[in-house]
């Protein structure tokens, strides 16, 4: 499976017909939000309460942020593999030759 093909197969279940550009990307921005924070939460109590990490758990959540993100980027107009390959293109040109905690620190503003 191609991430656009993810995509396409995460939108069937997303009610495109039925809601609005800007009520999908408010429902995506906000579901982003609530799904990292159920990831955070995951790793918080594995760290700092003693639960064992259930990766199987935190892959599903990841999965959900996932939907989310085709969602959001379905609304405002991009595919998946574009909106990565921007993500892509924006680190290498931040960090060409690999992280570097200097470049890091002393980063250029972007535009």
């Known amino acids: 499976m191609t991430i656009n093909d993810y995509q396409q197969a995460a939108l069937r279940t997303a009610n ?9 990307l408010t429902n995506g921005i906000l579901g982003l939000s ?8 995951l790793v918080k109590k594995h760290l ?9 758990k935190l892959a599903n959540e990841l999965g959900d942020v996932a939907w989310y993100l085709a969602v959001a ?14 993500n892509v293109d924006k ?3 931040r960090y060409p030759d690999g992280f570097s905690a200097e470049r ?8």
């Open 16 to 24: 495109i017909e039925m809601l609005s550009d800007k009520e999908l």
């Open 34 to 41: 609530g799904e990292s924070g159920e990831c955070a939460d």
């Open 48 to 56: 700092f309460q003693g639960h064992e990490l259930d990766a199987e």
């Open 73 to 86: 980027s379905y609304a405002i107009g991009y595919d998946l593999e574009k909106v990565l390959q921007m």
């Open 91 to 93: 680190l290498r040109k």
């Open 104 to 111: 890091s620190i002393h980063r250029e503003e972007e535009q």
